[in-house]
Every structure is written in C-alpha cells, then in structure tokens.
C-alpha cells in the first residue's frame, strides 16, 4: 500500500495555486522548514524545493518562501538528507 503524502497548496503572488506532496518538516533555529516535491508519486523523480517559514504568530495564514541563501540551503538540505535516508538532494 503507498503511503499517503501531505498536500499543501500554495498561492503564487500571481494568485496562482500550486500544489506540493510535503515529503518532510523539520525545524531549527525556532524557524519552520519544509520540504516539498511537485511529484505526487513516490517512485517519480520530481523537482524539490525547500520552503522557510516566514509568518509571523499575528498572520492568519502561514507564509512560505523558496530557501534561496546558498548557505542556508546547504545547511537545510543536509538536515532533510540525514532525516529522509534515501534521499539525495542536489543544490
């Protein structure tokens, strides 16, 4: 039986929805990161992006934004190897 992976859809600036397969959460520095894939099946190579959390505790709605810094997405990205033991993640 595959596995059920959370979905979360995100609203573009362009108000555009865009649907995700959340493949892993993990946080640090009290900051909420996520990684996400556009593949909806598990043995289908997808693009993945890693998503920081950038909403404050007043916002109705989480904010998320793509990990861009090259540093800190070589941090993240190695965290999300360690958790997802089978997953290699190119930056």
Do not use: H, P, R, W
Not at 36 to 62: F, M, P, R
Not at 63 to 79: G, M, N, Q, R, T
């Amino acid at each position: 039986m595959e596995e059920q992976k959370n979905k979360v859809i995100f609203t573009t600036e362009d108000n555009e929805q865009v649907e995700f397969c959340v493949l892993e959460q993990t946080k640090l520095n009290g900051i909420t990161y996520l990684l996400v894939t556009d593949s909806e099946k598990e043995d289908e190579e997808g693009t993945a992006y890693i998503l920081k959390d950038l909403s404050k505790d007043e916002d109705e709605s989480a904010l998320y934004d793509i990990v861009e810094d090259e540093s800190e997405l070589e941090s993240i990205a190695k965290i999300f190897e360690e958790l997802l033991e089978d997953v290699d993640i190119e930056t």
